[in-house]
């Protein structure tokens, strides 16, 4: 196998890339590693041809590993395309299979969460306790007049009740709408007003980094000002207490959550639900405007999560799973919560910053808990870098046998780090790529697979995807082009919440009966998939999905600002950063005092943070008297990026769309 890679055009804002293109080594797997894999190459093979002979029915036999109420009269119902049914007919519920089910087998006993608090305090839940808080919930909520469709909007930090409030929301068919804890009120209540919850769940506060950050006041605030329709469905808004802060509670409509599920007994019954039924909205951004809400049914994603975490991560009975994602995040959904607990796996949680006290704390996690597989983003990789191999060499680390990554693009020195520093040139690092959309990994090497750092490897079996131009066709090796996938897949998104159109429109409208992910990336000789970064606008700082429509929007509501663009520039750290182009209001200072007192800026990008959260990251503001624009009035981004990472504008005309 070749692994020379042709270079080709480099993305915009993507500095760390430009390695990614002339990277030549190939990672053969171990002989250990193959010996000890649930899917050896022979068995991939064999997976790889039955899902190209038989597709549906290589599916479906992936939907006999789970538990059914009723078994499906299809497995896929394409009738209404783009809108698929998977397992259509069939009645199920993803809870029964990450609890109910275990607590008949020998798992019953067996830890299912290991919870460690920031502050070093610790809680571990076996399969059988978790089960019971979660029923404990489940009948708190049915006791408050919450049942099935409502939604339940969930904005914590990582708890044990966050997971136990989105596995109790499911059990009785409620949709759970987890909302990051570092959001701001305003991206708060713009969730709550799309969403419409029965009932929030919140905590006090949490820990981070060392501090206090108090929560409850953000949903307060939130709710204070969401649309008449919102607050006349929201019921209850329940608060875990976690830290020692002065909380106000509104009578009637706020209760502890320790008294909420006090008196509830520990058995509840788990509904049948269709396998159509909505299990979450997770909003992320798109392109354009507001966040969207994307929707997730039972049966199908319950599938999807359980087939792809058991191939990629080749799970053994033994495993402690640590994926470092907060629950909020769709990666949270599928492998922390969902996944591991439907394996049967110990999943573990950690509520704070991975740099405190010390750049060793994540170190210590693994080595104290036995971590044998770390699945975590590049972001983090690259920042405890910097710290150098003296933290991780510190701890022992043997137990780890699977290293992983998502999110963005890794490069090669931070893959080769982490595969030697972490890894101890033992364990493969899996790149998976997904999206909140894709519910589960599509595009990822196995244990068994050969690896080249900074490349995807190829399509799981049983998913189909290619890289084309804009006339649909497939682009020669080494030429970046769109990254779509062929064929619907189980845990896909379903639609859009409130929005079924913008669903067919934004994902299927581009490129006819494939989904569009929004990607560029490139195909090598060999087939190996490398992922370039977003062809839309849409940043992915630190991780993290920003549309700068949406940065925009927050910092256009300044009062000082009349007009501005977001593009997203290269970071060292966090991968990619918002850079702020900013016309100012007539009556405002000259730009030149502005510049000299670096006030405004400041002011900028701190009343962004208020707007959006600290997931908003300004690096930097430049001040302009107007904006380049084209002759519809449509500002040229593009060009603005040009010039912000120094990259030619013509370079760019074959991969940037203003789509
Ligand atoms: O651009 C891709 C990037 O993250 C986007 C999806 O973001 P989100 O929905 O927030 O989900 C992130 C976690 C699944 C993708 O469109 N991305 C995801 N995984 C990778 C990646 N880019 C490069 N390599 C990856 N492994």
């Not at 919450?146 to 708890?159: E, F």
Request: net charge negative; hydrophobic share 40%; aromatic share 10%.
């Amino acid at each position: 196998m070749s692994a020379k890679q042709p270079l080709c055009t480099a993305p915009e804002g993507s500095g760390t890339l430009d390695t990614l293109l002339c990277e030549e080594r190939v990672f053969r797997p171990m002989p250990r590693i193959v010996a000890e894999a649930n899917m050896n190459p022979q068995d991939v093979a064999i997976a790889r041809a039955r899902a190209e002979s038989d597709w549906l029915g290589f599916w479906e036999e992936a939907a006999e590993e789970l538990s059914w109420f009723r078994k499906w009269d299809a497995v896929l119902d394409d009738s209404a395309a783009p809108f698929y049914r998977w397992f259509a007919g069939a009645r199920c519920n993803i809870v029964y299979n990450a609890l109910d089910r275990h607590i008949e087998t020998a798992n019953k006993n067996k830890l299912a969460l290991i919870w460690e608090g920031e502050p070093g305090d610790t809680r571990k839940l076996t399969y059988y306790e978790l089960y019971r808080e979660v029923n404990k919930a489940a009948n708190a909520l049915r006791a408050a007049g919450i049942g099935k469709g409502d939604r339940v909007l969930i904005h914590m930090p990582p708890l044990p009740e966050t997971v136990i409030a989105m596995l109790a929301a499911a059990k009785i068919g409620a949709v759970h709408s987890v909302v990051f804890g570092g959001f701001s009120a305003r991206s708060l209540r713009d969730r709550i007003n799309d969403a419409t919850p029965a009932a929030i769940i919140t905590a006090d506060g949490f820990y981070r980094n060392g501090r206090v950050i108090t929560l409850k006041g953000t949903v307060d605030a939130a709710v204070a000002k969401c649309s008449g329709a919102a607050a006349a469905v929201l019921k209850k808004v329940v608060v875990v207490h976690r830290v020692l802060v002065e909380t106000a509670m509104k009578e009637d409509r706020d209760v502890w959550y320790h008294d909420f599920v006090r008196d509830q007994p520990d058995e509840a019954f788990t509904e049948s639900l269709d396998a159509a039924h909505p299990l979450f909205i997770l909003y992320t951004s798109g392109t354009t405007g507001a966040p969207k809400g994307i929707v997730h049914a039972h049966g199908g994603y319950m599938v999807g999560v359980n087939r792809t975490l058991d191939w990629v991560f080749d799970l053994k009975p033994t495993d402690i799973f640590w994926c470092t994602a907060d629950p909020a995040w769709i990666t949270g959904h599928s492998y922390v919560v969902y996944g591991p607990l439907m394996a049967g796996t110990t999943t573990l949680l950690y509520e704070g910053h991975p740099l405190y006290p010390e750049a060793g704390r994540a170190w210590s996690v693994v080595q104290r808990w036995g971590v044998t597989v770390l699945y975590t983003v590049p972001t983090l990789i690259r920042m405890l870098m910097r710290f150098g191999r003296q933290n991780p060499d510190r701890h022992t680390l043997g137990t780890l046998r699977l290293l992983g990554t998502v999110g963005e693009p890794i490069s090669p020195e931070a893959w080769t780090w982490f595969h030697k520093h972490i890894g101890r040139s033992r364990c493969p690092v899996l790149d998976t790529w997904w999206q909140t959309e894709t519910g589960m990994f599509m595009i990822s090497p196995l244990p068994v697979s050969l690896l080249k750092p900074g490349s995807v490897t190829r399509p799981l079996p049983g998913v189909e995807v290619d890289v084309v131009d804009e006339s649909g066709a497939p682009v020669p090796h080494g030429q970046g082009g769109y990254l779509v996938i062929k064929k619907p897949w189980p845990a896909m998104l379903t639609t859009i919440f409130n929005d079924p159109e913008a669903y067919r429109r934004l994902y299927w409208e581009r490129f006819p009966g494939w989904y569009f992910s929004g990607d560029v990336a490139r195909k090598d000789e060999d087939g190996y998939l490398w992922i370039q970064g977003r062809a839309d606008d849409v940043m992915l700082i630190a991780g993290h999905r920003i549309g700068t429509a949406e940065l925009e929007a927050a910092l256009a509501s300044h009062p000082a600002v009349a007009e501005c663009a977001i593009v997203g520039v290269p970071d060292e750290i966090r991968g990619e950063v918002a850079k702020a182009f900013v016309v100012l209001h007539d009556d405002q200072p000259p730009v030149a005092t502005m510049m000299m007192t670096g006030e405004t800026d400041q002011d900028l990008i701190e009343h962004a943070r208020r707007e959006l959260g600290p997931v908003a990251v300004i690096r930097e503001v430049e001040f302009r008297s107007a904006l380049p624009k084209n002759k519809n009035g449509k500002i040229m981004r593009r060009l603005l990026r040009a010039e912000s990472t120094g990259q030619s504008t013509g370079d760019l005309s074959t991969l940037s769309t203003d789509i």
